[in-house]
């Protein structure tokens, strides 16, 4: 079992930025794939980015390309999202996913966090 638990979220002027935070626990993530999800009310949930635990590798949705950035902090077995250039259209709750593959996410995920809030204002 793996849990998740995310921070960071806040209300934030357009144009500002925001880093979110993923604290996971309960097992080894030498095999994991984590990564971020979003939902605007009313919209289907949607891919954010994604990074494999055991080789780094990052994949964006293009939404969010030039803008975002996913990291890893191995000491903190944590994950960021580092979010730059908000805009409106980003506020959503955002879930931090993790799938028991090295490629699982987007394309699936084995456990969630509770979701946290980001409003962007114009």
């Known amino acids: 079992q793996v849990q998740l638990v995310e921070s960071g979220g806040g209300l934030v002027q357009a144009g500002g930025s925001l880093r979110l935070s993923c604290a996971a626990s309960?097992?080894?993530?030498?095999?994991?794939?984590v990564g971020w999800f979003r939902q605007a009310p009313g919209k289907e949930r949607r891919f954010v980015a994604s990074?494999?635990?055991?080789?780094?590798?990052?994949y964006y949705d293009d939404s969010v390309k030039g803008r975002f950035t996913i990291a890893r902090d191995n000491a903190k077995n944590t994950v960021y999202l580092q979010m730059d250039g908000l805009k409106p259209d980003d506020t959503a709750i955002y879930y931090c996913?993790?799938?028991?593959?090295?490629?699982?996410?987007?394309?699936?995920?084995?456990?969630w966090g509770q979701g946290t809030q980001v409003t962007v204002s114009s």
């Open positions: 996913a993790a799938d028991s593959s090295p490629r699982g996410i987007p394309y699936s995920a084995d456990y």
């Open positions: 990074i494999s635990w055991s080789d780094g590798y990052i």
């Open positions: 309960g097992r080894t993530f030498s095999s994991l794939s």
